[in-house]
């Protein structure tokens, strides 16, 4: 090193920073935390509504499902039971017949 | 043991401060803007305060960002078309050490000056260099350039600041 460059390592000393530079820095950081904080916790309640929304409308599709193959199942019955009564009607009309035919032999 | 190092954001601010701001002010030659640049870069530390892993790590860190950080607003303020250093804050060097003499004050600022005329690759190597004190290869490491580019900077940096010191600090001499 020559005396230029000794001169210039003089010369060139770091500087003071501004006084209020700390405490403009921990004031930042203090209300980033803050806001970190707030992210966060709106994070969570967006999570949570979300598992809350996708629970109701999970199951609002389920009881509407259950509702249709309830009602399927009813509709199934009533037709069993037409059939049923279809059936039995046929029988007796069956039955008449087959006494007519011996009546008129 | 450096593994057992935890650690205090505000230790390292009352540390660091003068060295990131001197750094951010003679790059960028406005206080303002180099206090905004310290603020930034110190926030930046908090969000990476996990993974520093000794004092001397937090200390080649503050450095490399702050470098980075000052290149960076340099480069906003050209695309703005702003050039920095048409005219040096005549604050630059209001604040200094109490026990300096007022000629070494008007000293530095002249050496400012003069380093402000510098390409900003020349200038941030000698910033390092004699702002901070590091070898070349600590130079080329923090800045992430090729040592033979670093040491191309600082001889050609410095080769330039003498002969531009030669006229204006002889002036200087003179005036004083």
């Known amino acids: ?105 | 043991m450096a593994g057992d190092w935890q650690p205090d954001f505000e230790q390292l601010v009352d540390e660091h401060q003068s060295m990131v701001f001197s750094l951010a002010l003679r790059m960028t030659g406005d206080r303002g803007l180099a206090e905004e640049i310290a603020q930034d870069v110190f926030l930046e530390l908090d969000r990476h305060l996990g993974r520093i892993e000794s004092p001397l790590h937090a200390l080649a860190w503050l450095r490399r960002v702050a470098m980075s950080r000052s290149t960076d607003a340099l480069r906003r303020r050209r695309v703005r078309g702003v050039n920095m250093w048409v005219e040096i804050n005549e604050n630059h060097c209001a604040q200094v050490d109490e026990d300096s003499s007022p000629m070494a004050v008007r000293l530095a600022a002249k050496v400012d000056r003069l380093l402000a005329t510098l390409p900003e690759a020349q200038r941030a190597a000698l910033v390092m260099r004699y702002q901070e004190d590091l070898t070349p290869e600590e130079i080329a490491a923090t800045l992430g350039a090729p040592l033979a580019t670093v040491k191309s900077h600082l001889q050609r940096g410095l080769k330039l600041l003498r002969a531009k010191a030669s006229t204006h600090l002889q002036e200087y001499s003179r005036g004083a």
């Open chain 1, 1 to 105: 090193m020559d005396d230029f460059e000794r001169e210039l390592s003089e010369a060139m000393k770091r500087q003071p920073a501004p006084a209020d530079l700390k405490r403009k820095v921990l004031e930042r950081r203090r209300r980033e935390h803050a806001q970190r904080r707030q992210s966060r916790v709106m994070w969570w309640q967006r999570l949570a509504a979300s598992i809350v929304l996708a629970g109701v409308a999970g199951g609002a599709v389920y009881w509407r499902h259950t509702v249709e193959v309830h009602k399927g199942e009813e509709a199934k019955q009533q037709v069993f039971t037409a059939l049923r009564i279809a059936n039995r009607a046929l029988e007796q009309m069956n039955v008449q017949l087959e006494q007519q035919n011996r009546k008129a032999e």
